[in-house]
């Protein structure tokens, strides 16, 4: 129970998860919402003496206390790479065993492993990598982590001014830390022995201090050996609970917008998923039959069955949905908006409503009527509270008018999203990718966990998403591509009960597939799709693009950076290397045997790859494309 | 490590489908295809294409009817909201000015 109050304090679950997992541990229903009155009388009282278990004194070295600190701070995994610098931490955790090591065999998808796990449980994980030349192989998640705001704590030793080094010696680099300071939120490194565990507690408090992000933590190789004393501290008792409310000025602008809006269309993004907001927003978005739609995000965030969503943004710009037309005002709650183009998502014209945690970035880009700066479950519900109090009948009659239409146009767009079935290549061989994603769709549970790193494939035609207890998506926002094996694994270790599926491009997965390893190894059901076209097919078509649809490539039919082919690659053949069983499919009777097949593997705790032959789309491929020479003179 | 960025410009597109006018403004995404001879497609295609397009994606495309109309149910597959009887009339018209190559 003493875990569950601290991730209770420190946002990790919900109220409502809270009462669950008390209630599934044996504890009464009523038994479980006094204990959470009780936590809450607790948390909201100043200066409440810290229980005696929240703060102790420990005696040991450097690695005791690393794990100490950590498990204190509610880490139950360690994702890592081996290094010799870290034995006496690795000492220390043989006889921890609530302190579990995850053995990465590559530090990508090994973060991208931590970062699935924390997305997927909303727990704190660490990720440990073998001083500077382990971290290198670490960056490129990390750099995800920084841009899907994931609160994922790094930990690498540093060399170059322990006793043995300075010198430019083995594995030394100079300033480590500046090579993670774009892309954290913090970035420290413990001065002497004692500071190790104050420093991993910074790190994890910075880390999970809203805007989340990630942290990196560093300390000489020397310290992990040497012995001294140190607090240890519970993660509750230095966690700030930073939860804040919006403006109330700010919310009566808002929902006097909102009101008088004529065609408003509401957006919604991460932070309504990491605040588990769902209900609430969809509660706002009946009250004033707000038209709903979503801009590029790591999860979806409304029910895609609802009659209010319309779709989701498909070029960039309010402006290429295709309803609702002539938009007046946009409120967007929780969503990071990522700005591609020189054009704002939102056109200047038109009011906006922006409501997130992430303060820094409000107003950066979009011109901003009604700035709400707050946690976006508890934002809505001031919003909603506000409306409610403007709403006069004939605002209602109107609003009932806005609902019918947009119901009217919700369910003729999954009419004609229905219509991907008619190409006429759709019973094609090699298949055509949208094919593959309905039957995976047809196959997957209902509350299934799709992890999308499938390039240009798009699968909002067969999968409705409801984060609300229906099937939920990770994607891959971040791009920096190679995490969705591994994100997979991270998200199926989170999520026992839960089916996970993988959707990967042949490009993505070459990227990173040593995860497969994890899956099998910690008997990870989880059912990997390979979309191989044994190409770059984006790339290339964009290419082109950007040549103004001409050029000498593909007037001869030859393009240098796009053909994975000659000889094509056997994904199947590399998931079992790894230990993961698997086959290849070439068109929809052989997946639909093969889905069969990884379901039963899933029943007995086993991972499946797919790997799927599907066609090669777009001007100048020939059926036996062209392949440069390289000469070794 | 080049190869991270042509892969990550592809991943940004996911919401916005393989030809994407990312970075293109509005008055590029609205040119027509050069050569346009007509036709009752013609309007479609210039209409709900620009939506998301650049003229120069499929400018480069030659091929005939059925790989136009298959072309185009990819797109609904990418979220394009076409009726059978809008893409059946652009199949047409990109057959008419981007047939195969004679």
Redesign the interface.
């Known amino acids: 129970m003493k875990e569950l109050v601290a991730q209770l304090l420190s946002n990790g679950i919900s109220r409502r998860d809270f009462v669950r997992r008390l209630v599934a541990s044996g504890v009464t229903v009523t038994a479980a919402k006094s204990i959470l009155e009780s936590v809450d009388t607790f948390a909201q009282t100043p200066g409440a003496p810290a229980p005696a278990e929240a703060v102790k004194m420990f005696q040991g070295n450097g690695g005791e206390a690393f794990a100490e600190q950590l498990i204190a701070s509610g880490v139950k995994y360690v994702f890592g790479n081996s290094a010799s610098e870290d034995a006496e931490f690795y000492e220390a955790l043989v006889n921890r065993p609530q302190l579990q090591y995850v053995l990465t065999p590559h530090e990508g998808p090994g973060a991208a492993m931590a970062a699935g796990y924390v997305k997927a449980s909303g727990q704190p994980a660490v990720v440990m990598t073998a001083g500077s030349v382990g971290l290198m192989n670490a960056l490129g998640q990390m750099f995800n982590a920084w841009k899907e705001q994931t609160p994922l704590v790094f930990y690498a030793y540093r060399t170059e001014d322990s006793r043995a080094a300075g010198r430019d010696g083995f594995e030394e680099l100079p300033g480590q830390e500046q090579v993670t300071s774009t892309m954290t939120k913090l970035t420290w490194g413990a001065r002497r022995p004692e500071m190790i565990p104050e420093t991993v507690r910074r790190a994890f408090k910075v880390a999970w201090t809203p805007p989340y992000g990630p942290a990196y933590i560093t300390w000489n190789s020397d310290y992990t050996g040497e012995k001294f004393q140190s607090e240890i501290i519970r993660h509750d008792q230095v966690d700030p609970r930073m939860r804040v409310r919006p403006n109330p000025t700010e919310v009566e602008r808002a929902a006097k917008l909102l009101v008088d809006a004529r065609r408003p269309l509401l957006i919604v993004g991460d932070e309504v998923y990491r605040a588990k907001a769902f209900d609430k927003v969809v509660q706002l978005a009946e009250l004033l039959a707000l038209p709903v739609t979503?801009?590029?995000s790591v999860h979806v965030s409304f029910p895609q069955q609802h009659p209010l969503w319309v779709?989701?943004?498909?070029?960039?710009r309010v402006?290429?949905l295709?309803y609702p037309t002539d938009v007046d005002l946009v409120i967007n709650i929780g969503g990071k908006l990522?700005p591609?183009?020189?054009?704002p998502l939102v056109s200047r014209k038109t009011m906006f409503i922006d409501m997130r945690n992430d303060s820094a970035s409000v107003g950066s880009v979009m011109r901003t009527d009604a700035p709400l700066v707050a946690d976006v479950a508890y934002g809505t519900e001031d919003l909603l509270a506000a409306v409610n109090q403007l709403l006069t009948p004939a605002i209602k009659a109107r609003i009932a008018q806005r609902a019918d239409e947009v119901h009217a146009f919700s369910a003729?767009?999954r009419q004609?999203?229905a219509?991907?079935s008619?190409?006429?290549?759709w019973d094609a061989s090699p298949m055509?990718?949208?094919r593959v994603?309905y039957e995976v769709a047809q196959w997957a549970d209902k509350d299934a966990i799709v992890v999308?790193?499938a390039?240009?494939v798009?699968v909002?035609?067969s999968f409705e998403f409801d984060p609300r207890g229906g099937r939920e998506l990770f994607?891959?926002y971040g791009?920096?591509?190679g995490s969705g094996v591994g994100t997979a694994a991270g998200v199926a270790l989170a999520r026992p009960r839960k089916q996970v599926i993988c959707l990967m491009g042949d490009?993505?997965f070459l990227f990173g597939p040593t995860a497969l390893w994890n899956m099998a190894r910690l008997q990870l059901p989880v059912t990997v799709i390979v979309y191989n076209n044994h190409a770059?097919?984006?790339?290339h078509?964009?290419?082109?693009?950007?040549?103004?649809?001409?050029g000498r490539s593909?007037d001869a039919s030859k393009f240098v950076?796009d053909y994975l082919g000659k000889p094509d690659i056997d994904m199947s053949a590399i998931a079992k290397g790894f230990g993961v069983d698997g086959e290849r499919a070439k068109n929809p009777a052989e997946l639909k045997a093969a889905l069969s097949r990884a379901r039963r593997n899933a029943a007995n705790g086993k991972p499946y790859l797919i790997d799927v032959e599907v066609a090669r789309?777009?001007?100048?491929w020939s059926e036996d494309p062209w392949v440069p020479t390289v000469s070794r003179a | 490590m080049l190869l991270f960025r042509p892969l990550a410009l592809s991943a940004c597109l996911f919401l916005v489908g393989i030809a994407s006018t990312e970075g293109a403004g509005p008055q590029q995404a609205a040119a027509t295809a050069p050569d346009s001879p007509g036709g009752p497609g013609r309007e479609i295609v210039q209409r709900k294409c620009a939506q998301c397009h650049a003229a120069t994606m499929w400018t480069a495309l030659r091929q005939d009817r059925r790989a136009w109309e298959s072309t185009l149910y990819r797109m609904v597959g990418r979220g394009a909201l076409w009726t059978p009887e809008e893409i059946s009339a652009m199949a047409d018209y990109l057959t008419q000015i981007r047939g195969p190559a004679k």
């Not at chain 1, 008619?422 to 290549?425: A, E, G, I, V, Y």
């Not at chain 1, 770059?536 to 790339?539: A, D, T």
Request: hydrophobic share 25%; glycine share 16%.
């Open positions: 979503q801009a590029r779709g989701s943004i498909p070029g960039g402006e290429s295709t990522q591609n183009s020189p054009a003729k767009a004609l999203r219509l991907v008619r190409n006429p290549l055509e990718a949208d994603t999308h790193e390039g240009s798009e909002s035609h994607f891959y791009a920096h591509l490009g993505s770059y097919g984006g790339p078509n964009r290419a082109i693009s950007n040549l103004g649809g001409t593909i950076h789309h777009g001007p100048g």
